[in-house]
């Protein structure tokens, strides 16, 4: 079910979901003109392939624990760590817990 | 003192300072082509007036509790609520614990 977006001054909760973890999925926060943010769901073993993003992006582990390649470097992310991505920076992410991560995405090429 | 930003890649923390807030002071997080992130400390009792930004921003509640003042309305901030911000949207924030907020900026103009 598509769920409305938060709109300008709305306040929306990226509190860690905790019992409700394992029976949520992937949700979009908002989309507006610059900026898209969602909380990305990744229970343990699921990975985001490697991927990227045309403009700027950051990764911000809201539960869980994630591994985050990008090249040949893996770091894990535990909840409170927080990535920038470059635009167009190649990576992919792999759930080592049952995982919420807020994924903040810049619309606009870099 | 100027910390170095964080580098593309690179794992920084925005988890709640606790015992340490008290001691901390506003510090920038990143400054891209893109996106500017940063931890904004507000002790108890403290504003930030109203202001705008020329892109559009996140505002993310990362420990104790603000108001969060935009025209008319007043909305409790308290850890992991989060709000969107349109550009040149007056806003205003007051801290009514010691508190810490994640504030994300699109540099570009909206």
């Given at each position: 079910?598509?769920?409305?977006h938060?709109?300008?001054?709305?306040?929306?909760?990226?509190?860690?979901?905790?019992?409700?973890?394992?029976?949520?999925?992937?949700?979009?926060?908002?989309?507006?003109?610059?900026?898209?943010?969602?909380?990305?769901?990744?229970?343990?073993?699921?990975?985001?392939?490697?991927?990227?993003?045309?403009?700027?992006?950051?990764?911000?582990?809201?539960?869980?624990?994630?591994?985050?390649?990008?090249?040949?470097?893996?770091?894990?992310?535990?909840?409170?760590?927080?990535?920038?991505l470059a635009?167009?920076?190649?990576?992919?992410?792999?759930?080592?817990?049952?995982?919420?991560?807020?994924?903040?995405i810049?619309?606009?090429?870099?």
């Open positions: 079910m598509a769920l409305p938060a709109q300008s001054g709305e306040v929306a909760s990226v509190r860690p979901l905790g019992a409700q973890l394992a029976q949520a999925t992937t949700s979009a926060i908002l989309k507006a003109g610059q900026l898209e943010v969602m909380r990305v769901v990744l229970p343990t073993g699921k990975s985001m392939r490697e991927h990227q993003t045309p403009g700027e992006a950051t990764v911000q582990c809201l539960e869980g624990a994630v591994e985050f390649h990008a090249g040949d470097s893996v770091q894990l992310l535990q909840p409170g760590d927080f990535v920038h635009p167009r920076s190649p990576h992919a992410l792999k759930a080592i817990k049952d995982s919420s991560l807020l994924l903040t810049c619309l606009l090429p870099g």
